[in-house]
């Protein structure tokens, strides 16, 4: 994966750190919407193992306030340029499904572009992607904001998937966008069955073609069926990332950083 000139091995999984900028996201909205406390935040993720730093503006989570390009920007500050110039050796991931949005966080130094609408929600993002170069991060989810979380009973989801990643794929890659990371988009407009098949087949997403990035830090399709909270599932998580680790997944998105980073460990010595 080429993230500004630099060359990172994904040979080794690695894991994604979640930093929101928001008021509203569903575990940790209003801890790290303000520059002190989100470079506290980058610090902490950092020496706990994390490589990539996530940063995200606006929440997706559910009957979220929709945001502009212009507020994700205001939010954004000098966060990532901040985080750049204390923490160097940081990758910096920016979720935004907003054109414009990417264009100011290349400006600013992020190394990932990381968008949960598959270039849906703006017919530019894909040019803009192209334009910059760096990697991007396509995932699957239902084609219009308002659709978002509208939940869909697939007759076989991993077929409904992978058709989706060989058509964005071809576009990218006729575009030369080269380095894509797949995200089949736990949380998003799926059922608990369709994600519990997502994690015994994970195997079979992207037919191999291109790493794998599972995002299922604290989603309600772990913890709501067994009537906890999204904080207290801690142990089921860690089983499932270790169960897609060994189907070839290659980056963690997660909020508890030290802990993926044990699940890591304990799969490097059991491969």
Do not use: W
């Not at 000139?5 to 894991?15: E, N, Q």
């Not at 939010?75 to 414009?100: C, H, M, V, W």
């Not at 073609?209 to 772990?222: A, D, E, Q, V, Y």
């Amino acid at each position: 994966m080429n993230c500004n000139g630099r060359l990172v091995d994904l040979s080794t999984p690695k894991i994604m750190g979640i930093l929101n900028l928001t008021p509203d996201s569903f575990s940790d909205g209003g801890k790290f919407n303000d520059e002190r406390s989100a470079l506290e935040h980058a610090e902490k993720l950092l020496k706990e193992g994390a490589e990539i730093i996530d940063i995200g503006p606006q929440s997706t989570r559910p009957d979220a306030e929709f945001l502009s390009s212009s507020e994700e920007i205001r939010r954004i500050g000098n966060i990532i340029s901040q985080i750049k110039k204390k923490f160097p050796e940081a990758l910096i991931s920016l979720d935004t499904f907003y054109a414009e949005t990417v264009k100011f966080g290349y400006n600013e130094g992020i190394d990932i572009i990381n968008d949960i609408s598959g270039g849906q929600y703006d017919d530019q993002m894909f040019n803009t992607v192209a334009e910059t170069g760096l990697p991007y991060i396509l995932m699957h989810v239902n084609p219009s904001y308002e659709t978002m979380h509208d939940k869909i009973k697939y007759e076989d989801i991993i077929l409904e998937i992978n058709t989706y990643f060989s058509k964005k794929t071809n576009e990218l890659l006729k575009k030369g966008v080269c380095d894509i990371i797949l995200d089949p988009g736990f949380g998003f407009g799926k059922t608990v069955e369709g994600q519990m098949k997502m994690i015994d087949e994970a195997g079979y997403l992207g037919f191999g073609r291109f790493p794998l990035l599972i995002g299922i830090s604290r989603k309600s399709f772990i913890y709501k069926p067994l009537g906890k909270t999204p904080l207290d599932i801690n142990e089921e998580t860690q089983k499932l990332h270790l169960k897609v680790l060994r189907q070839g997944a290659r980056i963690l998105r997660v909020h508890d950083v030290s802990e993926a980073k044990k699940t890591i460990e304990a799969f490097k010595i059991r491969s």
